[in-house]
């Protein structure tokens, strides 16, 4: 609320149209008092006069931005932001190209304006990576353009010397899309001359503070601007302004917009060659012809000027020293005076920077532009010079204020003018409201046929001598009663003496007050001719972007055709400016200078009395209170604000005028806001409009509202009812098919059920047909049948009786294998006994002896296997038949069990000496072979146990009792060619005479008793052991070995 009491303030009020009284002096003193509040911002409706503070003010911060985005331009204190968001609102949501108009006098902070209306726009229009890159392009355009064509002057330390107008282009969302920057004049003269106190263009003191060594040496450049004479050899000297950092500044800007290296290089190249121009000196000499001519005083600039530009010095020379003419079709070439020379040379200077300053917006240009064929909407930002009053004012000026005279009209013409007119077109009540129209003046400047323009082409494409002089002349003919046209001569005529008219001079009554004009340079700056010989210079050097500066040097395409007038040319891009500019919505920015010497805070009411006349702005406000702030046809009317009616919404049936009418009855605004025109409804108020606006946008909430319920309902409806015919199918299918499981499960049971209670039934009736017992009785008498069967069949098929033979046939049945068995291990024991009842008694003594063989020795001598095949004969001497064997026949008489040749070995020496054996059942005998007569014999009693070896030797120790006698001395070493029968009867006739078996040892080391104490036995397997038998071996007294094999 302290914003709207801001604005209905009586001591100052914010907006000028609620002044009361409304006198020059109120509002003069409502802008001071409101200066002194630091409130620079006034408003007449939506017209803001910005009062440059010259001071930075608290107010552009982006809290400042957040509270005037979307804001309602009404209800918050007067700022350029305001404006800024009404206009982008307007573009946004109305679809109405934008223009913003920003005048004002030099220095009175239209460029600033123009930046914050940027800066704005940028801040409030949405985010994204693609939109903030744009953004930052078109923001970045202000640091390199104002490097290039600002410059100090005494009005303004950044002072604007072109004109420059920005389309800023957004898609349908008011999101930026990129842009077009138009440029006009710049003020080339600056390059080669400024008044003491002012400076160059900002570049040159940016480039030689802020370039590197490196850089400057590459540039062939001083650091020291006093060695410049482009610079009028002075220091920088500008308190607050930082050229080395704002060189770095324009340098990111450039990165930003996307210059090259290589491009960023050749422009500063370009650059640091036009200052270099300035230094080439030239000195006078006369030719042999006795004519005056210039040369170059001082080559060493020249040298680096080419060496830069990649160009022959000499032709550089010829060409700034000499110039080309055409007579009687043929070319001359004539020498130059100094100061024609020095005027070429600085007319290449101009021609060169002003041309690079236009290849510059074009680059940025090609940057910044939007692809075509995107639908946009376009907002225009102006901001061109201001109206320059000077002690001595030429062509510059001349131009400058013709185009702020255009831009005065166009304001007049769409505050003041037309709106007058259009309320008598609608049939408005209305009291002229009395202003002053320009058009005069610019009719004055700008007539094609007659006007100041005109006449000054005419002077110079007139042939024959042309100087000033004749063109003021001719002025002063032509508008010699012109109320807005003075000078020496029309004053003299109406006899009044004006001593500050000088005669050169002319002076013309601007809207903003009264210029006089220095014709001096009028018609050389209209011309703006630069000799051919330097534009073929130029595009003879080898640098790539100096070289594309003049197109017109290329010798192939020169033509005789002169180039346009710099002040046709103005006229031309004016006139296209105004066009564009009648074709948007403007909104207007009034700059305002509060005092001529850039300080803070300081108001002088006689300057700004005299802007507030000049702009016409009483007259704004006085049409402004008797007008109406918003007009707009019926129909776009009816349709934007038909839904806030009960009867136009949705559709209304009459015409377009009675649904406003009852549209706004219903809406019960008082009738003294609205007017009726013939096509148009008239409002008086902003505020009114903006109420409507508000309730437009609360209905507009409530219909989406409205439509995203009605949507949102019948999506739920749609969706609801396919789900619960969904479930109403899947639950029918699902019951379907439990059911059918159900059934399934059920026939099933119930068929057991039914068997079962069936058999049980049947068997119930059929159990008394039945025996019990009769399974085991049947089970009974099938097995016997299988048993009976089985040994009937054994019996037809029983193996032979012989007792090796052991095969048996199988049991046809598993249960009869046991018993099949048991037969098989009878029927064996039955062949055997059969077969042992057969024998005769030698044939089982035999048996039993080789059965007792077997016990003593299987498996445990070698000699064994051999003696199985031998029968055992027992009687091997033939002592009944031989009669040389009668003795011992007679002592072995009836008893004889084995009679036989061994060999005795003697235990002194290990010979071996034949001898018979006789066995009898109660002694054995050994005797001489020759004399067959008994040498020892021993008792049975006395043999206590033999020892064998384990070979297949026959060798045999007897051992015998101590006590034993009978004709041996010790144990008895024998060796037999009948070992096994041997030991095996011994064995037998031992085991009838003593029931004493032998103890048999069948070892490979034993002792044996002899007669001089024990001898140890040792067998040893040898080769050496004798084919027929064991060879012994004594060794020593108590060892012997018995080899065998
Ligand atoms: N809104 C502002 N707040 C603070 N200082 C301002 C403002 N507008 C302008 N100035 C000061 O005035 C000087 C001149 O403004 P500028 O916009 O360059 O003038 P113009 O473009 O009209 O010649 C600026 O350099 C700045 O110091
Ligand atoms: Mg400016």
Redesign the pocket.
Known sequence: MEATTSLLDTAAVGDLVLLDPLTEESLLRTLQERFHRSD?YTYIGNVVI?V??????PIYTPEKVQEYHNCNFFAVKPHIYAIADDAYRSLRDRDRDQCILIT??????????SK?VMSYVAAVSSKGEEVDKVKEQLLQSNPVLEAFGNAKTI??????RFGKYMDVEFDFKGEPLGGVISNYLLEKSRIVRHVKGERNFHIFYQLLAGGSAQLLQQLKLRQDCRHYSYLNRESPNLPGMDDAANFRAMQDAMRVIGFSPAEVTALLEVTAVVLKLGNVELSSGYQASGMEACSIAESQELREICELIGLDPGTLEQALCSRTVKARDEMVLTTLTVPQGYYGRDALAKNIYSRLFDWLVNRINTSIQVKPGKQRKVMGVL?IY?FEIFQDNGFEQFIINYCNEKLQQIFILMTLKEEQEEYIREGIQWTPVEFFDNSIICDLIENSKGGILAMLDEECLRPGVVNEDTFLTKLNQLFATHKHYESRETQNARHIMDASLLPQCFRIHHYAGKVTYNVTGFIEKNNDLLFRDLSQAMWAARHTLLRSLFPEGDPQKASLKLPPTAGFQFKASVATLMKNLYSKNPNYIR?IKPNET?TAMLFTPELVLAQIRYLGLLENVRVRRAGYAFRQLYSPFLERYKMLGTRTWPRWAGSDRDGVEVLLAELAIPLEELAFGHTKIFIRSPSTLFDLEKRRQERVAQLATLIQKMFRGWRCRTQYQLMRKSQIIISAWFRGHAQKNRYKQMKRSALIIQTYARGWKVRRAYRRFFRSGARTCLANFIYRRLVQRFLVELRKNLPPLSVMDRTWPPAPYKFLNDANQELRSIFCRWKCKKYREQLTPQRRALLQAKLCASELFKDKKALYPKSLAQPFCGEYLGLAQNPRYQKLHAVAKDNLVMADTVRKVNKASGKTVPRLLLLTTERLVLAEPRAAQPKATLSLGDIHGASVTRFSDGFLALHLRETATGGTKGDLLLVSDHLIELVTRLHQALLEATARGLALHITDRFSTRGPKGDVAVTVVESDRAGGDGPVCKKRGNRRMEVLVH
């Open positions: 620079i910005s440059n503070p010259y001071r930075s003010l004002g006098e030099s220095g009175a902070g239209k460029t600033e304006a914050l009005r303004n330390d950044n002072s604007s901001d201001g700059c850039k």
